[in-house]
């Protein structure tokens, strides 16, 4: 015979376990306590805790003891390039030369174009439609 | 008759239920603001209202009293951290146990190393006192219960005693509705496997 338990009859009148009673003493001392941390403003907590106070105390003081003295111990020199600066430089030098060589390389003459005034023919006035068309006639080009 | 009578029961036990959810809903939304006003004895009063629900969760989805106990301090904690955001939560048992969810798993995700160790026979479940004799049927689902694993019984748990549906569920455990479901679904395939298995 198949065993087919109804799992919601079983669990009928059937609970989880209750809480331990020491809990909530030790839940509303944790909870109470974070609730006035959480109450009282950033400075107030500063104020109030000595560890705080003194880390804060020694940093503003570093930073005014640093504010002081960097300038006195540290003389100005004078400006250089930066290292950044140096290399965007030679960037823009290199690409302005890269497209200097490609114009020399490779010129582009319109008026030696096949559709150009010059030529004379059944297809002189017809507007070019493959690259077959752009030919470049010998004479103009010479 | 008795058919349409039987419905018309369900209907009114289902809308006594949704109401009785509803005015929870209400003093649980009115403890928030008052929590976030920094009232500590509005803490007093959810940590009565809510922890039975809690520490159930946290102990189905934990498997150990101990750490189920550390879960409802870090939840009450962490709520009294960011108590400011607490008068913007509009459901707040959804909150409150989406919240427990999450420090059950950093918590045991943080204690690794008792994975290792056997099971501790924890009690999931307990008969009525006015009820012994059911005793014997919680200890026997508590042992099936251990065998699950810690999302499904989480679910059934949800399910049970939270009485949540599905979606609830999925927004709960942030998983997809279809997701709660489905494990819901094997959690019980595999717990009537077991008993099968043990019945003469």
């Keep these: 015979m198949k065993y087919d338990p109804d799992l919601g009859a079983l669990l009928e009148g059937l609970d989880a376990p209750e809480p331990p009673t020491t ?31 003194l880390a804060w105390s020694v ?27 140096t290399w965007v430089g030679t960037g823009a030098a290199l690409s302005r030369l890269e497209s200097d060589d490609l114009l020399t390389i490779f010129p582009i003459r319109l008026n030696s174009l096949a559709f150009s005034d010059d030529v004379s023919g059944p297809d002189a006035n ?13 004479e103009t080009h010479s | 008759m008795k058919a349409l009578e039987s419905t018309y029961g369900e209907a009114l036990i289902a809308q006594r239920e949704s ?7 209400v003093v649980w939304k009115r403890l928030f603001q008052e929590i976030s006003e920094g009232s500590s004895r509005a803490l007093a009063e959810l940590y009565d209202a809510a922890c039975h629900r809690l520490y159930g969760l946290a102990l189905w989805r934990t498997g150990h009293r101990e750490d189920a106990s550390d879960v409802v301090q870090d939840v009450f904690v962490r709520m009294a951290r960011r108590r400011k955001e607490l008068s913007q939560v509009r459901d707040p048992r959804a909150w409150l146990l989406s919240v427990t ?15 290792t160790e056997p099971l501790e026979a924890a009690v999931s479940l307990v008969a009525p006192a006015i009820d012994p004799s059911r005793a014997l ?23 049970h005693f939270g009485e949540h549906s599905f979606r609830e569920i999925g927004v709960i455990t942030r998983v997809p509705t279809f997701t709660a ?14 008993m099968m298995e043990e019945s003469p």
């Design chain 1, 23 to 53: 809990l909530r003493a030790s839940v509303l001392s944790a909870a109470g306590q974070a609730l006035d941390e959480g109450a009282s403003d950033p400075w107030a907590r500063l104020w109030h805790r000595r560890g705080l106070r």
């Design chain 1, 59 to 85: 940093t503003v003081a570093l930073l005014l003891v640093g504010h002081v003295l960097l300038p006195v111990l540290l003389p100005a020199s004078p400006a250089q390039p930066s290292e950044t600066e």
């Design chain 1, 126 to 138: 017809r507007a070019p439609e493959t690259p077959n068309d752009l030919q470049i006639s010998p």
């Design chain 2, 19 to 25: 109401r009785q959810s509803e005015s929870e809903g």
């Design chain 2, 101 to 115: 969810h999450r420090a059950a798993i950093d918590l045991t995700r943080r204690r690794r190393v008792r994975a």
């Design chain 2, 137 to 159: 049927d919680a200890a026997r689902l508590s042992k099936y219960f251990r065998h699950l694993s810690p999302a499904q019984r989480e679910v059934v748990y949800l399910r």
């Design chain 2, 181 to 194: 479901a489905s494990r819901y679904r094997r959690g019980l395939a595999h717990l009537k496997r077991q």
